[in-house]
């Protein structure tokens, strides 16, 4: 069994979609910084299948096959480098930049996968990961958990699953190529194949000046934990976490665990659909007074996220967006709720917003005598954020009417290496809970209003229309505002288990 390992990170062992990092680019001369951050992509796709049942020792044997394929973290620092290089050299000579051809490939199991692979005689050590994300919905509060048939979920996502390819790259084109090759290695569409398909996901990033941003038009993926060992810069308000948080084995994973376990992550991967037409009619039914409907609607999204559309934290600017607060990577996640009477009031960001349920900051951090007297540690529940777009944008006739007529949304991953403190708590203690973040007497915060979901773990059984969230006005902060849908809807997801290039070779493969 493996106990935290004070060894370096070797970039070599670990997936390349699991660990972020922020870096300046040595030797640039205008200042540019990237990110590490996963596997590059404009274009993803998650392929989960089912391993035969009879050609399991068929499966693991060309599975070796496939590990020369496998995306490291370290070939994912040079890919990231050569974009940067290109970026600044295209900057320097005021061209357009050139997409490098570029692709990645990982591979996870869940805990089905394990045991039909023979890999479970010692337990990994997380109980939410050998439950399984469809047994865990009714913790998670999705609705309909709680019913015979399970949770409103696509039928793919309630059947078996065993694993999960994801392909990253510079298009679809490149993307399907990758993905021919594993499909290839696996024999798949063949009578011999070894893995068969229970579905194919397909995610993009969206066009134009929306790339970066989520469809309901945020700037997504802004706060990121930094990983010691890993991260040597982070920015100013970014929390640098033991490498043990994301990967087994390390310093701060404080499970025992197999020694095969070392370096990998486990993901909480949900399909997310989301209601855009709708949100958008929502918020401008119920904007804010006293400016005009566009103006207070705006507003009012803020409110419920805790960032405007541009990045900018409403901490720092609660009345009006500032897109260059929200571009700059010094500034847009240098705050922590402890303005003078940001703990008693929400002027300037409620308490439920979306961005401060899932990540507290100095509401837990902070001692605020008499009503907080201690610093509550936040390390432990961080996650890594991975995610991609998928579905087309809203058509005109969407918007006019109000209506979702096309699905789109966030295919979302998270890597940590606990999701009973990660994902699963967050969601479930923090998001879904009215009463957090805690010592807000007499107000209560009311629930995450973009993932905050009642179910049966809550103990309400009435539909989602009854979520509430105090605060959105800033006008009116003990009044409630009636959240009348649930605009993010999960329609399938998965715990799998993301191994390290050394447990694939000596664990996983057979020769």
């Not at 401008?284 to 803020?302: D, F, T, W, Y």
Request: charged share 20%; with cysteine.
């Amino acid at each position: 069994m493996s106990s935290p390992s004070p060894t370096p990170l070797d970039l070599d062992n670990v997936q390349g979609d699991i660990l972020w990092d922020h870096v300046v680019l040595p030797g640039n001369t205008l200042g540019l910084t990237f990110d590490r951050a996963g596997l590059p992509k404009k274009s993803q796709t998650y392929y989960f299948f089912t391993i035969d049942e009879h050609r399991v020792q068929g499966f693991r044997t060309q599975l070796a096959h496939l590990i020369p394929l496998i995306t490291t973290t370290a070939q994912v620092v040079g890919d990231q480098a050569n974009i940067a290089a290109a970026k600044e050299t295209a900057a320097e000579e005021k061209v357009a930049p050139p997409l490098l051809k570029l692709s990645g490939v990982n591979i996870a199991f869940t805990q089905e996968g394990l045991v039909q692979l023979g890999i479970n005689n010692e337990k990994i050590g997380d109980t939410a990961f050998e439950k399984g994300m469809l047994a865990d919905a009714v913790t998670l509060g999705d609705l309909g958990a709680a019913s015979p048939s399970g949770p409103d979920w696509i039928p793919a996502f309630k059947q078996h699953i065993h694993g999960m390819v994801l392909v990253s790259g510079d298009s679809h084109k490149t993307v399907a190529e990758q993905l021919a090759k594993v499909k290839d290695v696996f024999c798949v569409g063949s009578h011999d194949a070894v893995i068969h398909e229970v579905i194919q996901i397909v995610g993009h990033v969206r066009p134009g000046k929306e790339k970066g941003h989520e469809h309901f038009g945020f700037l997504d993926g802004i706060s990121q934990p930094a990983v010691q060992g890993f991260d040597t810069n982070p920015n100013p308000g970014q929390e640098t976490v033991p490498a043990g948080i994301i990967l087994l084995g390390r310093e701060g994973d404080t499970v025992t665990r197999p020694s095969w376990a070392l370096d990998g992550s486990f993901i909480s991967f949900r399909y997310l659909f989301q209601l855009v037409p709708e949100f958008n009619e929502f918020t401008k039914a119920n904007a804010i007074p006293g400016l005009p409907v566009e103006q207070g609607s705006e507003l009012l999204r803020s409110r419920l996220v805790g960032r405007w559309k541009s990045g900018a934290p409403v901490d720092l600017a609660p009345t009006t967006d500032d897109p260059s607060l929200g571009a700059d990577p010094l500034r847009n996640n240098n705050f922590s709720y402890n303005f003078p009477d940001d703990q008693k009031t929400q002027d300037r960001c409620p308490f439920a917003a979306h961005i401060r349920k899932t990540n507290p900051r100095g509401d837990l951090e902070d001692p605020h005598p008499p009503t907080s007297p201690q610093s509550i540690p936040t390390t432990i529940h961080r996650i890594i954020r991975r995610g991609i777009q998928f579905g087309p944008e809203v058509s005109a006739d969407e918007a006019a009417s109000g209506t979702t007529t096309r699905g789109r949304g966030l295919l979302f991953a998270a890597y940590q290496s606990n999701i009973g403190n990660g994902f699963e708590f967050l969601q479930q203690s923090w998001a879904n809970n009215p009463a957090f973040p805690p010592f807000k007497a007499p107000i209560t915060p009311g629930w995450d209003p973009i993932i905050g979901q009642i179910g049966p773990e809550t103990g309400v059984t009435v539909e989602p229309t009854a979520r509430v969230m105090s605060g959105t006005n800033p006008n009116s902060q003990s009044a409630n505002l009636n959240l009348t849908a649930q605009w993010v809807v999960p329609k399938g997801g998965a715990y799998l288990f993301a191994p390290s290039i050394a447990a694939l070779k000596e664990t996983f493969a057979l020769a």
